[in-house]
């Protein structure tokens, strides 16, 4: 009995599908609208000539949207036999915030209402790594302050990401290359990814984000800066759009005291390799087995 | 015969184990001084304790800060430039003062006799207060006495201004060594390729090397504080 009535329904939903495309491709000849909301398929299951297209229609909505031809959208994949990872040199970081605003720059983050994928935290010496004491509101007027130290966190492209495992419709996931992304396109908006992260990594956009027109970032990449749309979670891409193209991401160059180091884990000689060779590394919250690709390390 | 029974026994030491009225007015004083911890550092983390000077009032983008350039320009020749070993092309940008008239130097001091003597430095110069490992360090032990717009190591061989990172190696071995690496100071490119370096002295003063604190951008605009766009519209719809 019950295994007729499957059939039937299942029967019937691929018969009404088929219908609903059959009526798209031939009233359009490209299908389009709701039936292909309905219909869709996750960007990485596309086939390139249909994520050329996809990435075609992004460039052209962003580029009405913020009114600037020069804006592109790219799909840039993993380079083979990567795998990115992070240093921060805690004995060098002077707590100046560059990086936090050096990262909105480059990221399209919103500025009103304000996201920073970059947190700066303040610690004094003599209570060591503690966040339940740390502080991202200091404002004295000049930094370093000799009784504290900073520590930036953002996301810690870990291994055995816990945002990821949450996720109910695998918005969120793990690339080749070890990057964390997400497609804003696929993205609910339930936020368990937020609860998740213990970093504090993740922000939402609680409304629609705001970036004038001047200060785009117009080489964007879908997974990365491409302007985010109101109700969805973002996150660092360790500048996916520049790190794919080999450059190195926005807040290690502008960091003025050299704190920040980035490599291919991958490649012996790369400076991330050095360093955990040579330095004292360790991760944040270690504990909770995240095994985190960003490491922080004393170079002295 | 038979036990006479005491008229008043003592009380057995059990009853003593339940609290008195004196303890439980202990207790009390203690729970009510407890609650009112809590309730002040509720209140203490409140919209009202944020003072204006504590930072985090308002929100700041990238263009409102003053003072830093977030467009990067990068090098000409990067493609081309190594790194790693000791002979590496390190590509740097133009050393410090060398833009400023200071240089070159042979165009005051090829016409001046050497004077090598240990002494305050009066009429040029004098600015420069050295700061910088032993007290008897001197400006010949860097700077080369017969042709001054080179620099002097300490095996005699002479080098140009944009190779001093050789000059501090010599003393500063472990640091160079990071540095070579990338591990020490700052570096602008491609982390699969060529790459800019900054000479130590685009940071340290050589005369006075102490790294010197800077202002801090804006800190991240308190939760309290987030005014944004979306208010119209929220108290439109709780109007509704």
């Known amino acids: 009995m019950s295994e007729k009535t499957i059939d039937r329904r299942t029967l019937m939903i691929s018969a009404g599908l088929s219908t609903m495309a059959g ?3 031939a009233s359009s000849g490209k299908s ?4 292909e909301r309905l219909l869709k398929r996750r960007f990485v299951e596309l086939s390139d000539e249909r994520r050329e297209e996809i990435l075609a229609e992004l460039e052209e909505t962003c580029r009405k949207k913020y009114g600037r031809d020069d804006i592109t959208v790219s799909d840039t994949r993993a380079l083979d036999g990567v795998e990115f990872a992070y240093g921060l040199d805690l004995s060098r970081c002077v707590g100046c915030r560059r990086c936090v605003y050096a990262c909105v ?3 399209n983050q919103s500025r009103d209402p ?9 610690m004094g010496k003599d209570h060591g790594i503690d966040f339940a004491e740390s502080d991202i509101y200091y404002d004295p007027e000049e930094v370093p302050e000799p009784e504290n130290f900073y520590l930036p966190v953002a996301c810690q492209q870990c291994r055995t990401p816990p945002c990821v495992k ?3 419709v695998k918005a969120t996931w793990q690339e080749p290359d070890g990057i964390v992304v997400i497609d804003p396109d696929w993205c609910l908006g339930c936020r368990c990814c937020m609860s998740a992260c213990p970093y504090g990594a993740r922000h939402f956009n609680w409304t629609e984000p705001t970036v004038a027109t001047e200060e785009i970032n117009p080489d964007t990449h879908v997974f990365g800066n491409l302007p985010r749309p109101k109700g969805v979670v973002e996150k660092c891409t360790f500048c996916i759009q520049r790190t794919r193209k080999g450059r190195y991401p926005a807040c290690v160059e502008i960091c003025p005291v050299g704190a920040r180091k980035f490599g291919n884990l991958l490649d012996e000689d790369s400076e991330m390799r050095y360093l955990m060779r040579e330095k004292r590394v360790f991760v944040l919250k270690e504990e909770l087995n995240t095994k985190p690709r960003f490491y922080y390390f004393f170079a002295t | 015969m038979e036990k006479p029974i005491d008229p008043d026994p003592s009380p057995p030491d059990s009853d003593k184990l339940l609290p008195g009225s004196s303890s439980l007015a202990v207790l009390l004083v203690v729970f009510i001084t407890v609650s009112f911890l809590v309730l002040f550092s509720i209140v203490r983390g409140g919209v009202g304790h944020v003072t204006e000077s504590g930072g985090g009032s308002r929100a700041f983008g990238p263009t409102e800060v003053s003072g830093v350039d977030f467009e990067i320009e990068l090098l000409p020749g990067i493609e081309d430039a190594t790194s790693g070993p000791e ?5 740097v940008p133009p050393p410090p003062w060398s833009e400023s008239g200071f240089f070159p130097c042979s165009e005051c001091h090829s016409e001046m006799e050497v004077n090598p003597e240990r002494r305050e430095l009066e009429e040029m110069h004098d600015d420069i207060e050295l700061v910088h490992g032993p007290s008897d ?3 010949l032990d860097c700077h080369n006495s017969d042709d001054r717009d080179v620099l002097r190591l300490v095996n005699g061989r002479l080098i140009s201004f944009d190779e001093s990172y050789l000059l501090c190696g010599q003393c500063h071995g472990t640091i160079f060594r990071d540095w070579r690496q990338g591990i020490h100071g700052r570096r602008q490119g491609y982390w699969n390729g060529g790459k800019s370096y900054l000479l130590c002295a685009h940071c340290h003063d050589p005369h006075a090397p102490a790294f010197h604190t800077i202002a801090p951008l804006p ?4 939760p309290q504080f987030l005014a944004h766009q979306a208010q119209g519209e929220i108290q439109e719809a709780a109007h509704e």
């Open chain 1, 105 to 107: 720059h480059e990221n």
């Open chain 1, 166 to 168: 949450v996720c109910p």
């Open chain 1, 23 to 25: 009526i798209s491709a």
């Open chain 2, 219 to 222: 800190p991240p605009v308190r």
């Open chain 1, 32 to 35: 389009a609208g709701w039936v």
């Open chain 2, 87 to 91: 002979d590496g092309n390190f590509l």
């Open chain 2, 137 to 139: 360090r001197w400006c």
């Open chain 1, 114 to 122: 304000q996201i920073h994928w970059i947190r700066v935290l303040e």
